[in-house]
């Protein structure tokens, strides 16, 4: 059965999984550390989990698999994910794949080790609005795709 994970604590996208969600009737669970407002849709399920730094991902990780989709820019909770043969999509609507997730962690690696030894700041893109439409786009992909293979 096809159910949504969010890794919710940063995730810009929730609105636009609601409208999607809704109109497939699939089940969404919101992970997060807590502080987040609950959606009134009775798809949406929210779970709050601990403060263990970790604790959101285990969740997500613990229940998702094969035919369900999670939502996350944390790329080692995609690694994770991937390995459950789950789908992976970024918020910007960008696929985590098995064949990539190696060298977005070698980047992000690379990132960390670069804000280490400068002591600078490194920055991502700014969220646009070209990226939930990406998003829309490729998370009613994930849908499709799924619907096709069971």
């Known amino acids: 059965m096809l159910e949504i994970f969010i890794d919710g604590d940063a995730c810009p996208v929730k609105a636009e999984v609601e409208r ?28 709050t989990v601990t403060q263990s730094p970790d604790a959101a991902d285990d969740w997500i990780v613990e229940r998702a698999g094969q035919n ?7 790329i080692p909770l995609a690694s994770r994910c991937l390995a459950k043969n789950a789908r992976v999509l970024g918020p910007t609507g960008k696929p985590f794949t098995t064949q990539g997730i190696g060298m977005a962690l070698g980047m992000r690696d690379l990132q960390r ?3 280490e030894v400068s002591g600078g700041q490194t920055y991502n ?3 646009a609005k070209q990226d939930r439409s990406r998003f829309l786009n490729a998370l009613e992909n994930e849908i499709q795709a799924i619907r096709r293979v069971i």
Do not use: K, M
Not at 68 to 74: E, H, K, P, R
């Open 113 to 115: 080790h670069l804000r």
């Open 125 to 127: 893109a700014g969220f």
């Open 68 to 74: 369900d989709i999670v939502i996350t820019a944390d």
């Open 20 to 47: 999607v969600a809704g109109r497939h009737n699939l089940s969404v669970y919101v992970v997060s550390n807590g502080g987040l407002r609950p959606s009134a849709n009775p798809l949406f399920r929210h779970v």
